[in-house]
């Protein structure tokens, strides 16, 4: 089926999917959000794909939830819908992996869907933020909790409590964000790192980064536990011989789950 409001487009073993609502800053509406929801579910049923580019355009990622679409909701078309944990969280429970590659704004529920990705590489360009304090309301799918782990309480508050912008360095030097290029590299890197886990074990790449998530809900020990336990699991593939014996045999490996 057709996707009116997202480009989805398969390269080797990488897709990238663009958010594309130029007029309104690709604010996130409901129906941009289950094609979204949609599309990564054919991705993630795709045997052909290891990794996944999320993206908008040079001028916005997103600039947060559509806000003429949520003007007029009340507590309970929010609370009994539950839209926003329906499609934007699909985000969240995709189980390959999942780069942002954010250029221009990236606010509010913007800046909490990168956040959802396993992780983001900036354009030199990019301004995120969490202005939902300006609109009377909070971040609501995710923002204050993962801003506060990925750069710490004391920013996570100067951003959400006063609303302001960070730039792309001030990203970088946090923690938000895991490179920084020129505004034309943008998407060339975002695809050499997607190439590059694309061309892994699947099931290795699919147990990293559920044992990096883990790690944020566990003690320490619980999650060097399933982390051992996870290393331990893999010794139950092809791929484990295959990537070692690769190595010993001083060839690339050729992984069979990928
Ligand atoms: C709906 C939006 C929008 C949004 C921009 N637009 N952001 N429409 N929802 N979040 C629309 C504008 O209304 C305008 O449409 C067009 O996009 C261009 O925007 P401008 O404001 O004219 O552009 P500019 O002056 O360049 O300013 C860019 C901007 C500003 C700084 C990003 O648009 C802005 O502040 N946007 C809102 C950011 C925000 O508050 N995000 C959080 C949303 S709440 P027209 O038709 O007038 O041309 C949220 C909650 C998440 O995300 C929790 C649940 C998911």
């Given at each position: 089926?057709?996707?009116?409001?997202?480009?989805?487009?398969?390269?080797?073993?990488?897709?990238?999917?663009?958010?594309?609502?130029?007029?309104?800053?690709?604010?996130?509406?409901?129906?941009?959000?289950?094609?979204?929801?949609?599309a990564?579910?054919e991705?993630?049923?795709?045997?052909?794909?290891?990794?996944?580019?999320?993206?908008?355009?040079?001028?916005?990622?997103?600039?947060?939830?559509?806000?003429?679409?949520?003007?007029?909701?009340?507590?309970?078309?929010?609370?009994?819908?539950d839209?926003?944990?329906?499609?934007?969280?699909?985000?969240?429970?995709?189980?390959?992996?999942?780069?942002?590659?954010?250029?221009?704004?990236?606010?509010?529920?913007?800046?909490?869907?990168?956040?959802?990705?396993?992780?983001?590489?900036?354009?030199?360009?990019?301004?995120?933020?969490?202005?939902?304090?300006?609109?009377?309301?909070?971040?609501?799918?995710?923002?204050?909790?993962?801003?506060?782990?990925?750069?710490?309480?004391?920013?996570?508050?100067?951003?959400?409590?006063?609303?302001?912008?960070?730039?792309?360095?001030?990203a970088?030097?946090?923690?938000?964000?895991?490179?920084?290029?020129?505004?034309?590299d943008?998407?060339?890197?975002?695809?050499?790192?997607?190439?590059?886990?694309?061309g892994?074990?699947?099931?290795?790449?699919?147990?990293?980064?559920?044992?990096?998530?883990?790690?944020?809900?566990?003690?320490?020990?619980?999650?060097?536990?399933f982390?051992?336990?996870?290393?331990?699991?893999?010794?139950?593939?092809?791929d484990?011989?295959?990537?070692?014996?690769?190595?010993?045999?001083?060839?690339?490996p050729?992984?069979?789950?990928?």
């Amino acid at each position: 089926m057709a996707y009116e409001l997202i480009e989805l487009d398969r390269d080797g073993r990488v897709a990238t999917l663009r958010l594309n609502r130029p007029k309104a800053l690709n604010a996130l509406n409901a129906e941009m959000m289950s094609e979204v929801a949609r599309a990564l579910a054919e991705l993630e049923a795709d045997d052909g794909i290891g990794c996944v580019i999320l993206t908008g355009s040079d001028k916005a990622f997103a600039a947060g939830a559509d806000i003429k679409e949520m003007v007029d909701d009340n507590y309970l078309d929010i609370y009994k819908t539950d839209r926003f944990e329906q499609n934007h969280c699909s985000i969240e429970r995709f189980r390959k992996p999942i780069i942002a590659a954010v250029s221009g704004y990236a606010l509010g529920g913007g800046c909490e869907i990168a956040m959802m990705c396993d992780f983001i590489i900036a354009s030199n360009t990019a301004k995120f933020g969490q202005p939902e304090i300006n609109l009377g309301v909070i971040p609501g799918i995710g923002g204050t909790q993962r801003l506060a782990r990925a750069i710490g309480k004391a920013k996570a508050m100067d951003l959400c409590l006063t609303g302001r912008m960070m730039d792309a360095a001030e990203a970088e030097h946090s923690g938000l964000v895991a490179r920084v290029v020129p505004v034309d590299d943008l998407m060339d890197t975002a695809r050499g790192a997607a190439n590059k886990i694309a061309g892994h074990s699947q099931p290795a790449n699919m147990i990293l980064k559920e044992v990096i998530d883990a790690g944020y809900e566990l003690t320490l020990r619980e999650g060097i536990r399933f982390e051992r336990r996870m290393f331990q699991s893999l010794f139950a593939t092809e791929d484990q011989k295959e990537g070692m014996n690769a190595f010993i045999e001083k060839r690339k490996p050729h992984f069979k789950h990928r």
